[in-house]
Nanobody
Framework: VVTLVESGGGSVQAGDSLKLSCKMT????????LAWFRQTPPGHEREGGA????????????LYANSVKGRFTVSRDKSTNTPFLEMNSLKPEDSGIYYC?????????????????????WGQGTQVTVSS
């Protein structure tokens, strides 16, 4: 069973920074793509924000949505396979629930595609609120 638990969300002012992390347990492939999605406002479709795909060479491919490019950075602690999302210069429109996701297509799960890969393992989400 794969479980993901996000942390690091909170309420900040515009221009501030936050760093989200995602504790992952269970079978997580070393070459699994990891992604961060957000849902804003609640009930709307989740949109991909950033993804990180490890390569056998040791390199990592990253991809960002235009709305966060240059402000957000996705990374991974290789020793613990923990993904992070560092968010700088936050804007009120960045407010929402942020989810980390792992590559896979488990039966019955919400499947979304970002960066060419389907993710189907999700955390419960962490709330980010940015005030103007």
């Amino acid at each position: 069973v794969v479980t993901l638990v996000e942390s690091g969300g909170g309420s900040v002012q515009a221009g501030d920074s936050l760093k989200l992390s995602c504790k992952m347990t269970g079978y997580i492939g070393d070459l699994d793509c990891l992604a961060w999605f957000r849902q804003t406002p609640p009930g709307h479709e989740r949109e991909g924000g950033a993804s990180l795909c490890p390569r056998r060479s040791g390199n990592e491919d990253t991809l960002y949505a235009n709305s966060v490019k240059g402000r957000f950075t996705v990374s991974r602690d290789k020793s613990t396979n923990t993904p992070f999302l560092e968010m700088n210069s936050l804007k009120p429109e960045d407010s929402g629930i942020y989810y980390c996701a792992d590559e896979g297509t488990p039966h019955g799960s919400l499947l979304l595609k970002f960066g060419g890969k389907y993710v189907g393992y999700w955390g419960q989400g962490t709330q980010v609120t940015v005030s103007s």
